[in-house]
């Protein structure tokens, strides 16, 4: 199967700058995550999607950051304005039932480093 | 609040010794605990989770409930192994929770 796929793989901004990812996840799965990962940390969930709608975005910082998965499939990931601090790698991830549990695991693409400056 | 803990940020050991990758959790309730591992220039992908107690690529990880430990083991460890290591927990319905990671080295 096509996995978790995600554009671009690198970007490098001025804080202050608004900045965009892409994520398509693996056909038919339901639910598709973003996480933040900080150099030398674990990923850390940004928001989770069931389809079209938001489950969980509790450690979305709101002020700057959005995400859309309009229709329950692509997904958006934005940033805006930047800053230093956001620089990180940029994780989607899906799976079939909400948490990725059971028998379905999660299901990572190759991430988006961003780089602000 | 749910937490990983991974001890050790990096480890080494030689080629053919025994591994062991330490993860602690906190959680009340039941947990489900995962192991995920990043080789270089690939992505995050899972390698086990304590439900299917199978052994991947000669990796056992055992749930300890009363040390609320899942740590990774392998008796023999290989120069491929060598990866970003995640420990990662979930409670039923909820995203998974990761640790720092430890980056496991396998000298030859």
């Known amino acids: 199967e096509a996995g978790v796929a995600q554009s671009p793989r690198y970007k490098i901004i001025e804080k202050r700058q608004s900045v965009a990812f892409w994520c398509n996840p693996i056909?038919?799965?339901?639910?598709l995550y973003w996480y933040q990962q900080i150099l030398g940390q674990g990923p850390k969930l940004l928001i989770q999607?069931?389809?079209?709608?938001?489950?969980?975005d509790s450690q979305l910082p709101k002020d700057r950051f959005s995400a859309e998965r309009l229709k329950g499939v692509d997904s958006t990931l934005k940033i805006q304005p930047a800053k230093l601090e956001d620089s990180a790698v940029y994780l989607c991830?899906?799976?079939?039932?909400?948490?990725?549990?059971?028998?379905?695991?999660?299901?990572f693409g190759n991430g988006t480093r961003l780089t602000v400056t | 609040a749910q937490r990983v803990t991974q001890p050790e940020k990096l480890l080494s050991v030689f080629k053919g010794a025994p591994v062991e990758l330490k993860c602690n959790y906190s959680?009340?309730?039941?947990?489900?605990l995962f192991w995920y591992v990043q080789y270089s220039r690939q992505r995050l992908q899972l390698l086990l989770r304590?439900?299917s107690r199978e052994s991947i690529k000669g990796f056992t990880a055992d749930l300890n409930k009363g040390e609320t430990s899942f740590h990774l083991k392998k008796p023999f460890a290989q120069e491929e192994d060598s990866a970003m290591y995640y420990c990662?927990?979930?409670?039923?319905?909820?995203?998974?929770?990761f640790g720092k990671g430890t980056r496991l080295s396998v000298i030859a």
């Open positions: 990662a927990l979930s409670s039923g319905n909820t995203p998974l929770v």
């Open positions: 959680y009340s309730g039941s947990p489900e």
């Open positions: 991830a899906s799976s079939l039932p909400i948490g990725g549990t059971r028998n379905s695991p999660l299901h």
């Open positions: 304590h439900i």
């Open positions: 999607f069931q389809n079209n709608g938001v489950v969980d």
């Open positions: 056909s038919g799965h339901a639910t």
